[in-house]
Structures are given as C-alpha cells and as structure tokens.
C-alpha cells in the first residue's frame, strides 16, 4: 500500500505538488492523469523516493519513501519518463546491469527473469543489439522491461506506453492486468484519458492539485455532465420532435440533424424513452455519454473558476 | 537513508562502466593515446627564458687589510738604519739636502694599480753628499717597495724612478750609511671588495632576486625550504685571496630539481661573478658549484617527470568520470539507479574503482614514456603508487560532486581552466612555489596536486619515505573524503 499525506513540493517560486493526499491499495492500478507540467512526475518521483517533498510524506508499507532500505526498494520497479539505458551496451546488457542492481545475482535466475521480460515487451529479437540502433518503440519497450525485470510488486510506470504501437499497448494493457490480479499495485501517469479509463482508479492532477480521486465511474458520475443523442429526422417532424422534448431537454434542429443535450444520465434515459414511443420516424441515433475528457475538461474549468 | 555497502552491488556498476568503456571504441583509443601524446610533448617543452629566480646571496667578503704604501712604510721603518718621517706632499721637500737625505712618494694608485696588473712608478728624491750613500738609499727602498708587493700579491710590479742630487764637495764621513727619510704616503689602497661588486652587480640583473642571508648556512636552508632555487655564498677572504693569487672561495648552490631555474640562475651567477672579476681585477676566475639536491645534468622530464604523472591523473581523472557521471545523470539511468537499492555510496564506489582502474592504466602509460626519457626514475615511481591512487580517487569524487551541480557537458569542461590548468601552473610542478607573486601565494594550498608534487619531490629527490611525506598524504586524504562527502550529499534532491 502506498500512502500520499499532505504532500508538497516546491521548486523555488514554482509550486510543483500541491498538498495532495491520495492512497493507492495493494493490487490496484492507479493511472495519474494530467497536462505536462501538472506535477505526475514530480509526485511519482517522491513517492519512489528520490525526491524529498517540501512538506508532507509519502509512505510505501508505512514507511517513508526515502528511508526505504536497499531490501525494500528490491521490490519496486521504476520506470522513468526518460529512456534511461545505456546506449553503447546491448538490450541484454541494460537488462542485466539492472537485474543485478536490484540483487539478483544467480545467472540462471537472471537470464530467466531476462527471457520473461524480454517476451512480454517483445525484444527478444534485439536482446543482442546496442541500445543505440534500436527503434523508439523498441528502446521504449526495453526501458520498461527493465524496471519489470526483477519482477516487482509495486511498480512506478512514468508515460510508459508513449511511443507504442495500438496492439502493443493493448498487450501492455493486459499484461498490468495481470500483475495486478497478482496483487502487485502498479502506478502510472499517462496524459491518455481512454488509457486512464482502464485503471482501477484514476487521480486527475491539474497545476499540483488533485481534481479529482476514484473510479473512472465515479468521478464521471459525481459530475454533472452533459450527454447527447443525436440522429436524422424528416425536416417536417422536427417541429414536432422539439415540442415532445421541451420539458425535457433542449434540442437543436440543423436540417435533417437533430441534437438533444441531456444533463444527467436520468434526463439522457427519458429523452430515449420518448422519442422511441413518439413514434417519429428517426433514424441513425448516436448516443454520446459524458466520459473522463469531459470529466476532466469541466474539473479544470471548474478549478479555474 | 541507508548506507550499508554491498559489494556486490559495486562489482556490478564497476563491470557496466568497464562494458562501456570497452564498447566505446573510439573513447577507448583516445583515453590510451592521449596521455601518451601528452606526456610525449610534456617531454619537449619549457625551453622558455625564466627571469627573478630566488636566490639567496650571503657576501660576508672584507676588503685588503692594508694597502702597499702601508707595508713599504712599515718595511721600511722596520730598518734601523732608516728614520722616516711622514710629511705631506707641500712640506716634503723642506729639509731635503740638510737633516733629510730622501724623499720618497707613494702616489693614490699604488695598490690598485698592482692589483690590476699596472706598473706603478714610485718616485724618490735623494740629496745626499755620496755616491756610495745614495745607492744605498736606492736599494733599501727599492728593496722595501717590492718586498711589500711580493708580500701582498706574490710579484713585483713597481717601478722605482729616481731623481738623485750629490751636494759637493762635502766628502764621504765614515761608512754609517744610515738616513733620513721623508715619507708621502698617498696610497688609498684598495678599499673595495669584488664580493661587493658582485652583489652590486647580481641586485642589478633581472634574471635573479635576491634574497638576502646572513651565513652560509642559511644560504643552504633556504634551499632547503624551497625559498631559493639558487644560492651562493662568498666567505670573508674572497678578495684577499683572489688578489694574492691563491684559490677564492666562492660558493654556489643550486637546487637542481627545478632544472630550469637552476640552469638560469647558475648562467646568471656564473657571468655576473666574472663581471665582477673583471671589473675588480682586470680577470675572471672559477667558482665551486655544489649541488644542494638534485645531480648535475638532470634533464627537465627527469625533474618534471614525477609531478606530471600527478597532474595527468588529476586531469584525466577529473574529466572523464566527470563527464561520464554527467551523460548517466542526463540519460535518466542515474535516476534509475537511485530508485534501485544501489545507495548514492555504492553508486560513488562503483564509479572511483572504476575509473581508479582506467587512471592506474593511464599512468602506467604516462610512466611508461617518462621512464623511457628518464629511466633514473625507475625506482621512485612505485613509490609514487599510493600518493596516484589518493590523488586519483579525490579526483573521481570531486568529479562526480561537479557533475551533480552541473547541466551539461559544457559546464563540466569549464572545470578544465577553473581547477585543472591552475594547477598545473600554481601547483610546484613547473616552478617553484616561491616564485609566485606574495598576493599568489596562498592559492596553490587549495590545490591536491600541490600536495602531489610536494611530497613526490621529497620521495624522488630527497629520499624520503612515505612516513615522512605524512603531512601531504594527510591533506590528500582529506581530500578525498571531501570529495567522498560532497559527491553523497546531493543524493536526495531536496
């Protein structure tokens, strides 16, 4: 379990974290989405630990991150924004410098962890390649399979699917799945919303401040947002489709379009109702319900306000 | 934070950087040609003009006790049969012919135009009322006045002219033969000394400065300490001995180690004591030449050789752990590692073993071409083994400390004209600390390799050994912890 107290950190005029608190259960994925410069990294950094909040702390079991002992980091992972390998050494040889760094030691054990990781984010076909000739996908598929190599239990992922393909992150995707249901807790930062929306639980940061903490689901429905249904009408009903819909939310008519903005989910499921038994003939019908963009867009104006 | 060291964990970031370096090939070649090519050169340079060499300068020479006039006076009133009486010039002649029988004048010039080597006339007056009488006068005065001139300087060089008047027709009374003399003794001697000649003339040379000592054996300490790079001392006989034509003492010491300075300071004072000669005497002479420490014919990569070992390893040692830690820093992989369980000691370990491994390499190569120029340092170099690896070590700290505070490349190469070059100048390596401006003088203290060079000097040169070379290993030692101590702290970003 990794606790966020009170956290905040400053880089001289610039406050970087703004008093967050925030708790991340074993087991879960926590995603952290935000704008660049809304203070992720700066929060992933203090909780690994190598960056020394202001005020406030953050605890890993417990104990402050930056007290953890070299036993105790031995069992999180660090992915960072940055590449972070070495260029002139082969994928094998990062993988190796860093299992060993996190002292697995054994080379039997060392080149199974290598070969498992290696599978998962598909590199072993350029295990054996400088680091330098490497694509970007390659090298960023290499830079997490480095901080997974010692198989961690609580792994810190800093945008890392940035530069992946589609099908590859659909796999990265299910492979934090399962390291979750393994019971590892994983916390990453992404500025992906549709990514975001996979996570067990999603903090939206914004200049430091968390906007908002919880499920995708809960977030989005603690929000009073608006929703649409939109389709094709014959233009000579549309006067009549408006009438139906009066009371219940206001509809636009551009020619043969029509779009209804629902207010709530309740408002959303009534103009549906009524428009099936009007018994106006509509076609095409488009549901567009309030998602996390929405969420976050009305979160940052509301902050702003 | 926690400190325990594990060495395994160590072993593991000295192999990585090990793997690197030998994958970067390029790197790789350059780090064992460039100190080869530099030592190379280094072995070629500083032929360059040095001027104000310290030299200590005791003159303690006296000047010729008496002068000619004063011995042939002497000699003269040392014979029974001769009275004299000292007049000056305008009453000399008064009583010539009745109770004086001769006149004698012994003009200013008379010693000094021995000493230079001029014949000098003397002239004497002589009224007497024999033939018999004045040649007697003629011969004891002639007899005193090169007796005095043998006595003095081991040969005659006066000339004797005289002006005789027989008073007749008194005849010759009996056989006393015995006379009168009046006496002008105008002769001033020779009041200079050729010590002070030269030290006139050596306070006039902008070659050396002097340093001013009051016995031989502060000459010699100043050397000693390092304050004077040449010495010498001329004892109080110098000018006695020089006129008399016996063997002048005059000492000069040379601190043969800072070879260049020597060989000016010695040029200097070997031309300005014959300067001095000459302008004395008419002539030059030899001097004895004592080598304080150091050997006749030390070439400047024998006595520069050992410092530069130090100032390579300073150089090489700073550089490129410099800019190796900086590209981990700047790539992300120190990050990295410092969420792992490598701790900032470890990681800092990892780094001065490393690069300790790639320094001991390179100076076995500088060592290699030092010995090849100057194979007499043979034996001293192991000796130097533990000063390197101080030296080394404080140098890959304090380089990864500067690469902490650094942005980039850029700045960490501006360490190159702010801590390397000043030492290679201000450190003993070149020239001796004491020729540094007084507002100078403190600065090289700030700087390892002065402590290097210091205690190199007395190992190599002087024979010292480890134990007494304590106090510099001490402060090299501090150094190293200092860089030990700067290069942890930043771990935590706070």
Request: with cysteine; aromatic share 8%.
């Amino acid at each position: 379990m990794i606790r966020v107290e009170d956290v905040y950190k400053e880089f001289g005029e610039v406050i970087a974290v703004d008093h967050v608190t925030l708790e991340v259960p074993k087991g879960t994925i926590l995603g952290m989405i935000g704008p660049n410069g809304a203070g992720k990294t700066t929060l992933v950094r203090m909780m690994v630990g190598i960056l020394l909040p202001t005020s406030g702390t953050c605890f890993v079991e417990e104990k402050p991150s930056y007290l953890l002992t070299p036993e105790e980091r031995s069992h999180m992972g660090y992915m960072t924004q940055q590449k972070a390998l070495y260029p002139d050494l082969t994928a094998r040889e990062n993988l190796e410098f860093f299992a060993q760094s996190y002292g697995i030691n054994d080379p039997r054990v060392q080149e199974e962890l290598i070969a498992h990781a290696a599978k998962l984010t598909q590199i072993v076909d350029s295990l054996n390649r400088p680091v330098e000739v490497l694509s970007g996908g390659t090298i960023q598929r290499l830079s997490l399979a480095c901080a997974i190599v010692h198989n961690p239990d609580i792994i810190f992922l800093d945008e890392p699917t940035v530069g992946v393909s589609p099908e590859l992150r659909v796999e990265f995707w299910d492979y934090f799945h399962k390291l979750s249901r393994e019971g590892k807790t994983i916390i990453m930062t992404t500025h992906y919303l549709d990514e975001a929306s996979r996570c067990d639980a999603i903090a939206m940061i914004f200049q430091g401040k968390i906007l908002a903490h919880g499920t995708p689901e809960e977030i989005i429905s603690s929000l009073p947002l608006e929703s649409t249904i939109s389709g094709i009408i014959e233009p000579d009903e549309s006067l009549q489709l408006t009438n139906v819909l009066r009371s219940i939310a206001p509809t636009e008519v551009k020619g043969k379009r029509f779009t209804v903005t629902a207010a709530s989910d309740d408002d959303l499921l009534k103009t549906f109702e009524t428009i099936v038994t009007s018994k106006i003939a509509v076609s095409n019908i488009v549901v567009r319900q309030a998602g996390l963009e929405e969420a976050f867009t009305h979160l940052v104006r509301r902050s702003q306000q | 934070m926690n400190k325990r060291v594990d060495s395994r964990r160590i072993n593991t970031i000295v192999r990585r950087i090990f793997k690197q370096i030998r994958r970067d090939q390029r790197t790789l070649g350059l780090m064992i040609i460039a100190p080869i090519v530099v030592t190379v050169l280094f072995a070629f340079m500083f032929t360059g003009t040095v001027s104000s060499v310290p030299t200590a300068v005791c003159v303690q020479d006296e000047p010729l006790e008496s002068s000619v006039g004063a011995t042939v006076t002497s000699l003269l009133e040392e014979n029974e049969n001769v009275t004299v009486s000292h007049k000056l010039l305008a009453n000399a002649f008064d009583e010539l012919g009745s109770s004086i029988q001769a006149v004698l004048l012994l003009p200013p010039n008379l010693t000094r135009g021995i000493v230079l080597g001029e014949n000098v006339t003397i002239t004497t007056f002589v009224n007497v009322t024999s033939e018999l009488q004045a040649n007697y006068i003629l011969a004891t005065i002639a007899n005193a006045t090169s007796e005095a001139s043998i006595e003095m300087f081991g040969r005659r060089g006066i000339q004797l002219d005289h002006n005789v008047t027989f008073d007749f027709p008194l005849p010759p009374i009996g056989t006393d033969l015995s006379f009168n003399l009046s006496l002008v003794d105008e002769d001033v001697g020779f009041p200079e000394t050729i010590g002070a000649v030269f030290e006139d003339l050596l306070s006039e040379n902008g070659n050396v400065s002097i340093i001013t000592c009051t016995n031989r054996e502060t000459v010699i300490d100043s050397l000693m300490n390092e304050v004077a790079v040449a010495g010498v001392y001329i004892s109080p006989g110098f000018t006695q001995a020089t006129l008399r034509g016996e063997e002048p003492s005059i000492e000069l010491f040379i601190n043969g180690i800072e070879s260049t300075e020597a060989a000016a300071a010695l040029a200097t004072l070997q031309e300005v004591l014959s300067e001095a000669l000459t302008q004395s005497l008419g002539r030059g002479t030899e001097a004895d030449l004592t080598y304080i420490y150091g050997e006749a014919g030390m070439s400047m990569i024998d006595l520069v050789g050992p410092s530069m070992i130090g100032f390579l390893s300073v150089f090489f040692s700073f550089l490129i752990p410099g800019i190796f830690f900086l590209r981990e820093r700047q790539q992300g992989t120190l990050e990295r590692m410092h969420a792992s369980p490598l701790t900032d000691i470890e990681i800092v370990f990892g780094y001065v073993i490393a690069f300790i491994g790639v320094s001991l390499i390179q100076t076995a190569l500088v060592s290699f071409v030092i010995l090849y120029f100057s194979p007499r340092l043979f034996s001293s170099i192991l000796l130097m083994l533990p000063l390197v690896l101080l030296l080394a070590t404080g140098s890959v700290t304090l380089a990864i400390a500067v690469s902490y505070r650094m942005k980039n490349e850029l700045q960490v190469m501006q360490m190159i004209p702010l801590f390397i070059i000043p030492q290679m100048f201000l450190s003993g390596l070149l020239f001796p600390l004491s020729m540094l401006p007084p507002y100078l003088a403190a600065l090289p203290y700030i700087f390892p390799l002065t402590y290097f060079v210091m205690a190199v000097k007395a190992l190599v040169f002087f024979q010292a050994t480890l134990l007494d070379v304590s106090i510099p290993m001490v402060v090299l030692s501090i150094y190293c912890l200092l860089g030990i101590v700067l290069s942890v702290a930043k771990r935590i970003e706070r």
